[in-house]
């Protein structure tokens, strides 16, 4: 529910790692909060600025990073980065039965609706929809 997951605090697997690499997207951090039930939040340019090398805790910097993805009239990057937060499903009675019952089914169509919903026009300049592995490793999904 906490947008760049824990990039201030030390974390360095996928959310994080985009984060670093697109540090403007730090900001973020600061604006949203938390994410309430049928929120997502939506990042517009993020422009990358640093390469990376390693995964985990054998991550580093591997130096510059001249970002070539398409550009908007103002010059702003076209990537949006669209944040829907996974249910944290570490504790003990959480169990495929859980997470398909049909309240849970249905915070999931809604973050994905919220997330996914085309803000204006403009989004038609996006040619490419990636999704990150969304609620899998950490939080048992």
Partial sequence: MYIGGGVLTGGCVQEEIRFSICPELIISCLMCTVMNLGEAV???G???FSSYAGYGFSLRFAGPCIDKQKR???GSVLRGIFAIDA???RRRD???RVQMQDV???REITKAAAGFSLMDDSMKL???LATGNWGCGV???
């Fill in 139 to 141: 939080f048992g999904g």
């Fill in 87 to 89: 249910y944290d499903g």
């Fill in 126 to 128: 996006y040619s490419v």
């Fill in 104 to 106: 849970m089914m249905l």
């Fill in 42 to 44: 939506q990042i517009l």
């Fill in 94 to 96: 959480f169990n495929i």
């Fill in 46 to 48: 993020a422009e990358q």
């Fill in 72 to 74: 908007a009239e103002d």
